[in-house]
């Protein structure tokens, strides 16, 4: 009897070991089964790390479809074409009351050569007929020699006239060239359209030592507002150059409603009549880190990397043709701040995790 009461207890405790090894090996198997299953995707975050891919100078920063959707994240595919090469140059409009006054002071001298001319007439013919008279004895000589000085007085005023003439026509052109001075002379509806604020007077000014192939023809100058650019006409080259530049300068018009006034200096883009082959990238998928100009790159889905651009070839104030990015690559147009920011903060992240 003692004998069975011994080996019922054995028997219990080896089924509590059994039962403990059984819930221990059950445990470690859910364990197992849970680092093996796939972690939920936490898409309702953007904050991401970046990963540097392989041979890659800058970390490669991911967006899930669903974050790039959340940040408004848009890229557009950029194809290298022919564009025509700018220079950036230096306009100021200018106070055409000087060309205002010239064109007053031919029109009066214009009047006044006229008076000029139709007093030598009637002196001429008041000459010839009281000479007639003293010839014929009808007046006494006196007669003739006071007519003779009228006529002798009105050829000299003649001359006067005609020599001012030329002088605010030489003036003219010497001042503001013979495009604008010949304008002036004639009175052209290019010069009165600047007298009447139609047009402003723009005279732009390339950087020393810069030169452009022929005439520039048309010229984009930067608005006031910075949200356009304004279409600039040529008119000539400048018969004097920006003291504060020293370059080539050239004159053009501006439309009076542009915004543009007389004393304002404004950023203008020349042709230099050469091509220059690139993609253009617009100032949105421009982004400016430690003193470069980036934009990003696609790599894949989800990743994007930032790609150094030079920026010596402007289209306008912010938009550039870059040479430096394969054609066909796909860039980021909007958001790309949003992945600069993310880039930093990835960075800062782990020197934090390094300290």
């Known amino acids: 009897m003692a004998l069975t009461e011994t080996s019922r207890r054995g028997v219990a405790v080896a089924v509590c070991l059994l039962a403990l090894l059984a819930g221990s090996w059950a445990i470690t198997g859910q364990v197992r089964r849970a680092a093996a299953e796939p972690q939920p995707d936490k898409s309702n975050s953007v904050r991401t790390e970046p990963s540097r891919a392989a041979n890659s100078d800058q970390p490669a920063v991911k967006l ?13 595919v950029v194809e290298a074409a022919p564009h025509p090469e700018q220079f950036r140059a230096y306009g100021a409009v200018l106070d ?13 001298a214009q009047a006044q ?23 014929s004895a009808a007046l ?11 006529l002798r007085t009105d050829k000299a005023a003649l001359a006067a006239a005609e ?35 139609d047009h402003f007077l723009v005279q732009v000014t390339l950087p020393p030592g810069v030169a452009v192939t022929g005439p520039p023809g048309t010229a984009l100058a930067q608005a006031p ?24 300068s050239y004159f053009f018009s501006a439309p009076g409603d542009s915004g543009l006034l007389p004393g304002m ?13 690139g993609v253009f990238i617009e100032d949105t ?16 889905s989800d990743s994007f990397r930032r790609h150094p651009i030079s920026t010596d070839q402007p289209v306008s104030d912010d938009d550039y043709v870059v040479r430096d990015i394969p054609s066909g690559s796909e860039i980021v147009i909007r958001g790309a701040q949003v992945l600069l920011s993310e880039e930093a903060k990835s960075e800062l992240r782990g020197g934090d995790d390094n300290d």
């Open 113 to 135: 050569l006229q008076t000029a001319q139709a007093k030598l007439e009637v002196a001429k013919s008041a000459f010839d007929r009281t000479k007639n008279l003293v010839d």
């Open 225 to 248: 507002t910075r949200n356009a650019n304004i279409d600039l006409r040529y008119i000539s080259p400048a018969t004097r150059t920006d003291p504060r530049i020293q370059g080539l």
């Open 96 to 108: 055409i009351s000087r060309i205002t006054e010239l064109t007053n002071s031919y029109a009066n």
């Open 163 to 197: 020599s001012q003439l030329r002088t605010l026509a030489a003036t003219a052109k010497q001042e503001w060239g013979p495009v604008i001075g010949r304008g002036i002379v004639e009175r052209s509806p290019a010069v009165v359209r600047l007298i009447e604020r």
């Open 64 to 76: 899930t479809p669903s974050q790039q959707g959340q940040v408004g994240l848009e890229t557009s």
């Open 140 to 150: 006494p000589k006196k007669e003739a020699e006071t007519a003779e000085g009228t």
């Open 265 to 277: 200096n404004t950023t203008v883009y020349v042709p230099s009549g050469n091509t220059y082959e």
């Open 285 to 300: 998928a421009i982004v400016r880190w430690q003193g470069r100009s980036w934009v990003y790159l696609r790599v894949s």
